[in-house]
């Protein structure tokens, strides 16, 4: 079925890379590279060249007595992650570490390939932010004020505002200079370039049901509203764009740069033993060690090099350097219920945001050369986003997010996005097959404060071996419970009167697994949520932020490691509990002001 179809959508994508190759060659490069002339001594070493990482080696770097190392594993940022469009072939690429969760047995993930979830983490400078969605947003002020109240001292939203506008250069009209918002950051954010009918449709359709349209970012979050993107003249814009473009002879970027353990002397960091290229070296610290590896990451190289749970490191036959129980613990990620899709049918023929349409058009490439405007200049159909409450929450601090996507699971018929979630054949072809190639769109609820915990684990004490991820989807019933409430929600919104004039119906095909349940009520619901509910890939929370006297923290309020000296994370690892939205944002701001910390407490002021 719709084979001359996947033959075209396969050749358009592939000649579309060519070009993009031969056209964007020298629209960008990251300063600051030098992988074949390396020292064997810094005063910072930090292991990580991704969202936090870059920043970090940006802003230290600033202080001109300051020697700083990069190190990461992946390589330069190619010209295929410079184009906003191109988001969906990144995870599973050469950019993308490739992790794959442990099977989920307790009810979540059946209707993916071995009840399994990608974890895409980048791998190239840049890290996750050279390969995700690129979506700006906070978070809710609520949830840094509970970080507080856990035992993240001076973590409050008072105390993270002045970083948001501090690293923000935000461009849309309605987001002009206040008191919420920066103008001068290196993080540039923009409203897409080219969005469909079908986002204000979604908006009006907000407005319809009595919330606010407007900005989520201001400190009230509830409401709906188009999103923002860090991209730049129509290109990617992630945080090595931002803060590594600036070439400074202080600071070492090595790419390709594969950290295997840090050194210890006692129970001081002096340094890291690494592979560059091939080339195995120690290279050491004269004052810190920072790791900025990631949720998987960090708590990976940890325990490699001693510091974790004493009885599973003793199981891997490491020596232990630090009794740290928290390490690999308090795992947590965003889990979204995908599917559900509306049809718009031929009547409104480039209403929807099929990009099948827009690949086969020369009109797309010439837009994008020409004004770096048009569909390649954002991503693919993500367009809108709204924070609603159910009747498990407030609505200062709604528990679902919603994503509005001017297209549909089926919308490749098969080729792309079946394998970006990991559905499984047998799921794709008994539900979405019959929409391959159709205009429509589609929305899913996510949980934003998730009680399922997780935990990574070592699966062998040799470096190259990933860990074991385990993020316990759906084990707390809460988890389900709100998604079904979000799923009534977002039903509700696709239905509404604001999309009837395109011709919008649901595409009411009951999911075969959940066909003896009466479409609609709460059983089927759940159903949907055990087939269809995977990651949203806003993993956080492996290495904990706390107070000394708990036992699962594993670091302080100022990133520093309990139980050694002189060795730091700071990463979204470190977060007591994600965020209500999409973390990139967030992370920058943490290192933002970890730089700080670290400048206070090395400089004389």
Same mark, same amino acid.
């Given at each position: 079925m719709f084979s001359w179809q996947k033959c075209l959508w396969n050749t358009a994508t592939h000649m579309f890379g060519a070009w993009v190759i031969f056209e964007s060659m020298v629209t960008r490069d990251i300063g600051n590279v030098d992988q074949y002339n390396i020292d064997t001594e810094y005063d910072?070493?930090?292991?990580?060249?991704?969202?936090?990482?870059?920043?970090?080696?940006?802003?230290?770097?600033?202080?001109?007595?300051?020697?700083?190392?990069?190190?990461?594993?992946?390589?330069?940022?190619?010209?295929?992650?410079?184009?906003?469009?191109?988001?969906?072939?990144?995870?599973?690429?050469?950019?993308?570490?490739?992790?794959?969760?442990?099977?989920?047995?307790? #009810?979540?993930?059946?209707?993916?390939? $071995? @009840?399994? +979830?990608?974890?895409?983490? /980048?791998? &190239?400078?840049?890290?996750?932010?050279?390969?995700?969605?690129?979506?700006?947003?906070?978070g809710n002020r609520n949830d840094y004020d509970y970080w507080e109240?856990?035992?993240?001292?001076?973590?409050?939203?008072?105390?993270?505002?002045?970083?948001?506008?501090?690293?923000?250069?935000?461009?849309?009209?309605?987001?002009?200079?206040?008191?919420?918002?920066?103008?001068?950051?290196?993080?540039?954010?923009?409203?897409?370039?080219?969005?469909?009918?079908?986002?204000?449709?979604?908006?009006?359709?907000?407005? #319809?049901?009595?919330?606010?349209?407007? $900005? @989520?970012? +201001?400190?009230?979050?509830? /409401?709906? &509203?188009?999103?923002?993107?860090?991209?730049?003249?129509?290109?990617?814009?992630s945080s090595a764009d931002a803060y590594l473009r600036q070439t400074r002879g202080n600071l070492h970027v090595a790419l390709i740069a594969h950290v295997h353990r840090i050194l210890f002397r006692r129970r001081t960091a002096v340094g890291v033993e690494t592979d560059i290229r091939g080339s195995k070296m120690k290279i050491y610290a004269k004052r810190e060690v920072i790791l900025a590896g990631g949720v998987v990451g960090s708590p990976h190289l940890m325990m490699l090099s001693g510091i974790g749970p004493r009885d599973h490191l003793q199981e891997m036959g490491i020596p232990v350097v630090y009794h740290s129980p928290g390490v690999g613990q308090n795992l947590q990620d965003h889990i979204a219920a995908y599917g559900l899709t509306w049809l718009t049918g031929a009547s409104s023929a480039g209403a929807a945001y099929n990009p099948?349409?827009?690949?086969?058009?020369?009109?797309?490439?010439?837009?994008?050369?020409?004004?770096?405007?048009?569909?390649?200049?954002?991503?693919?159909?993500?367009e809108g986003n709204a924070f609603v409450a159910t009747k498990y929450a407030n609505t200062s601090w709604p528990d679902i997010q919603i994503t509005f996507m001017a297209s549909h699971p089926g919308f490749d018929g098969g080729t792309t996005y079946k394998d970006f979630l990991m559905i499984s054949d047998e799921l794709y072809e008994s539900y979405f097959a019959p929409t391959a190639f159709t205009e429509g769109f589609s929305m899913y609820p996510i949980v934003s404060r998730p009680e399922s915990r997780g935990r990574i684990t070592l699966a062998s004490s040799d470096p190259l071996v990933a860990p074991r991820i385990q993020p316990n989807y759906l084990s707390h019933p809460q988890d389900t419970l709100t998604l079904i409430e979000g799923l009534k929600i977002v039903k509700a919104i696709g239905d509404s009167e604001a999309f009837k004039r395109f011709g919008a119906k649901f595409y009411d095909?009951?999911?075969?697994?959940?066909?003896?349940?009466?479409?609609?009520?709460?059983?089927?619901?759940?159903?949907?949520?055990?087939?269809?509910?995977?990651?949203?890939?806003?993993?956080?929370?492996?290495?904990?932020?706390?107070?000394?006297?708990?036992?699962?923290?594993?670091?302080?309020?100022?990133?520093?490691?309990?139980?050694?000296?002189?060795?730091?994370?700071?990463?979204?690892?470190?977060?007591p509990q994600v965020i209500s939205g999409n973390i990139n944002t967030p992370i920058i701001m943490m290192a933002e002001r970890a730089a700080d910390f670290i400048k206070d407490a090395h400089l004389v002021r």
């Amino acid at each position: 079925m719709f084979s001359w179809q996947k033959c075209l959508w396969n050749t358009a994508t592939h000649m579309f890379g060519a070009w993009v190759i031969f056209e964007s060659m020298v629209t960008r490069d990251i300063g600051n590279v030098d992988q074949y002339n390396i020292d064997t001594e810094y005063d910072f070493i930090i292991v990580g060249g991704g969202t936090a990482g870059s920043v970090l080696a940006g802003r230290l770097a600033e202080v001109d007595h300051f020697k700083v190392l990069l190190l990461e594993a992946g390589g330069e940022q190619t010209d295929k992650i410079k184009i906003p469009w191109f988001h969906l072939w990144l995870p599973n690429s050469p950019h993308d570490w490739k992790f794959v969760t442990e099977p989920n047995y307790n #009810g979540a993930l059946k209707g993916f390939m $071995d @009840q399994k +979830s990608w974890w895409w983490r /980048g791998k &190239a400078i840049g890290g996750t932010g050279a390969i995700n969605t690129m979506i700006y947003m906070r978070g809710n002020r609520n949830d840094y004020d509970y970080w507080e109240s856990l035992g993240a001292r001076g973590w409050s939203y008072k105390d993270c505002l002045p970083y948001f506008k501090k690293l923000e250069t935000i461009t849309p009209q309605d987001h002009q200079p206040d008191f919420q918002h920066g103008v001068s950051g290196p993080m540039v954010v923009e409203e897409a370039r080219h969005h469909t009918v079908l986002r204000d449709a979604f908006l009006e359709a907000g407005k #319809g049901f009595g919330f606010r349209v407007g $900005d @989520q970012n +201001s400190g009230y979050q509830t /409401g709906f &509203a188009p999103l923002l993107f860090n991209i730049r003249d129509g290109h990617r814009w992630s945080s090595a764009d931002a803060y590594l473009r600036q070439t400074r002879g202080n600071l070492h970027v090595a790419l390709i740069a594969h950290v295997h353990r840090i050194l210890f002397r006692r129970r001081t960091a002096v340094g890291v033993e690494t592979d560059i290229r091939g080339s195995k070296m120690k290279i050491y610290a004269k004052r810190e060690v920072i790791l900025a590896g990631g949720v998987v990451g960090s708590p990976h190289l940890m325990m490699l090099s001693g510091i974790g749970p004493r009885d599973h490191l003793q199981e891997m036959g490491i020596p232990v350097v630090y009794h740290s129980p928290g390490v690999g613990q308090n795992l947590q990620d965003h889990i979204a219920a995908y599917g559900l899709t509306w049809l718009t049918g031929a009547s409104s023929a480039g209403a929807a945001y099929n990009p099948f349409v827009y690949t086969t058009d020369p009109k797309t490439y010439w837009d994008w050369k020409m004004t770096r405007t048009g569909p390649l200049a954002a991503p693919i159909g993500v367009e809108g986003n709204a924070f609603v409450a159910t009747k498990y929450a407030n609505t200062s601090w709604p528990d679902i997010q919603i994503t509005f996507m001017a297209s549909h699971p089926g919308f490749d018929g098969g080729t792309t996005y079946k394998d970006f979630l990991m559905i499984s054949d047998e799921l794709y072809e008994s539900y979405f097959a019959p929409t391959a190639f159709t205009e429509g769109f589609s929305m899913y609820p996510i949980v934003s404060r998730p009680e399922s915990r997780g935990r990574i684990t070592l699966a062998s004490s040799d470096p190259l071996v990933a860990p074991r991820i385990q993020p316990n989807y759906l084990s707390h019933p809460q988890d389900t419970l709100t998604l079904i409430e979000g799923l009534k929600i977002v039903k509700a919104i696709g239905d509404s009167e604001a999309f009837k004039r395109f011709g919008a119906k649901f595409y009411d095909r009951p999911l075969v697994p959940c066909s003896h349940l009466v479409p609609g009520t709460d059983a089927y619901w759940e159903c949907w949520v055990r087939y269809l509910s995977t990651s949203d890939h806003h993993p956080v929370g492996s290495c904990k932020m706390g107070r000394k006297n708990d036992p699962m923290a594993v670091v302080s309020p100022k990133f520093r490691v309990y139980g050694v000296r002189r060795l730091r994370i700071v990463d979204g690892s470190t977060m007591p509990q994600v965020i209500s939205g999409n973390i990139n944002t967030p992370i920058i701001m943490m290192a933002e002001r970890a730089a700080d910390f670290i400048k206070d407490a090395h400089l004389v002021r």
